[in-house]
């Protein structure tokens, strides 16, 4: 098991759904010496269950951290040299494309904005992204962004960052490429509930950070529609529990700093 199999099955077993599972086995084994406690722990963890799963729960993480960053105006964008769009997930041997991998469709979506940037402003793209494995049958994220940039919306990519394996590398390896052509300020790519840990990691390496959010899901469910709870839900709030422990984890160990 590499060493990124392992983050990513702590990850599993820290986030919801997996860890209410383990409270809620957790409280019926105590039930049956501490019947009261037991019983509370479980019904807590239902109970949280189905707020991750129901629109309440987007109200409650999704659209406090959308809210930290805004769609790009014309006016920030003034100025930008570069535009860096960051990876997301991957789809190994997708069959219509020949076997090929693919960006996920979380990834597509920042391409997508990427693209329609590239056209806007004619800047020079750069991807980043990689997690490739030694044995080859994965290869870095970027490489296939690279392709389906170029491929399938038909705008050039300048530079090609295939070796982070996580936003901070994204960062890190990222500015390293572009201060040698002495690019500081950039138009940055993702989603927002991604974007607010990722200004957070390219400022801290120096670069001016001009956000340009993509995909927000905060406001586009129907008030009539919050209680039911949707496997959509929970993947949202999910995501914004990751990426709020995120937020967390860079501000206690102050990398990078704000």
Same mark, same amino acid.
């Given at each position: 098991?590499?060493?990124?199999?392992? =983050?990513?099955?702590?990850? !599993?077993?820290?986030?919801?759904?997996?860890?209410? =599972?383990? +409270? =809620?086995?957790?409280?019926?084994?105590?039930? %049956?010496?501490?019947?009261?406690?037991?019983?509370?722990?479980?019904?807590?963890?239902?109970?949280?269950?189905?707020?991750?799963?129901?629109?309440?729960?987007? +109200? #409650? =993480? #999704?659209?406090?951290?959308?809210?930290?960053?805004?769609?790009?105006?014309?006016s920030n964008a003034k100025g930008a040299q570069a535009i860096v769009v960051l990876a997301a997930g991957r789809i190994a041997d997708a069959p219509e494309y020949g076997g090929a991998e693919q960006?996920?469709?979380?990834?597509?979506?920042? +391409?997508?904005?990427?693209?329609?940037?590239?056209?806007?402003?004619?800047?020079?793209?750069?991807?980043?992204?990689? /997690?490739?494995?030694?044995?080859?049958?994965? %290869?870095? %994220?970027?490489?296939?962004?690279?392709?389906?940039?170029?491929?399938?919306?038909?705008?050039?990519?300048? *530079?090609? !960052?295939?070796?982070?394996? /996580?936003?901070?590398?994204?960062?890190?390896?990222?500015?390293?490429?572009?201060?040698?052509? /002495?690019?500081?300020?950039?138009?940055? #790519?993702?989603?927002?509930?991604?974007?607010?840990?990722?200004?957070?990691?390219?400022?801290?390496?120096? +670069?001016? #950070?001009?956000?340009a959010p993509t995909v927000f899901f905060g406001s586009t469910m129907r008030a009539w529609l919050y209680p039911l709870p949707t496997a959509e839900n929970l993947r949202r709030t999910y995501y914004?529990?990751?990426?709020?422990?995120?937020?967390? *984890?860079?501000?206690?160990?102050?990398?990078?700093?704000?």
């Amino acid at each position: 098991m590499t060493q990124f199999d392992l =983050f990513a099955l702590l990850r !599993e077993l820290i986030l919801p759904p997996a860890s209410l =599972f383990i +409270l =809620f086995v957790a409280g019926v084994l105590l039930a %049956k010496r501490y019947v009261g406690a037991g019983r509370m722990i479980a019904a807590s963890a239902i109970a949280l269950l189905y707020l991750l799963c129901s629109g309440f729960g987007t +109200l #409650v =993480f #999704v659209a406090p951290l959308e809210a930290l960053t805004s769609p790009l105006s014309s006016s920030n964008a003034k100025g930008a040299q570069a535009i860096v769009v960051l990876a997301a997930g991957r789809i190994a041997d997708a069959p219509e494309y020949g076997g090929a991998e693919q960006p996920d469709y979380i990834a597509l979506a920042r +391409l997508r904005y990427a693209a329609r940037l590239q056209r806007e402003t004619g800047l020079p793209i750069l991807v980043s992204g990689g /997690n490739g494995t030694e044995d080859g049958r994965f %290869k870095p %994220k970027a490489l296939a962004m690279k392709r389906a940039l170029e491929e399938e919306f038909g705008v050039p990519v300048r *530079w090609v !960052e295939p070796a982070s394996a /996580n936003t901070a590398q994204n960062a890190e390896f990222s500015a390293r490429s572009l201060k040698q052509e /002495n690019i500081r300020r950039i138009l940055l #790519v993702t989603d927002a509930m991604h974007m607010p840990r990722a200004v957070m990691a390219f400022k801290g390496e120096g +670069l001016e #950070v001009v956000a340009a959010p993509t995909v927000f899901f905060g406001s586009t469910m129907r008030a009539w529609l919050y209680p039911l709870p949707t496997a959509e839900n929970l993947r949202r709030t999910y995501y914004a529990l990751y990426e709020w422990i995120g937020l967390v *984890w860079y501000k206690l160990r102050n990398v990078p700093p704000t």
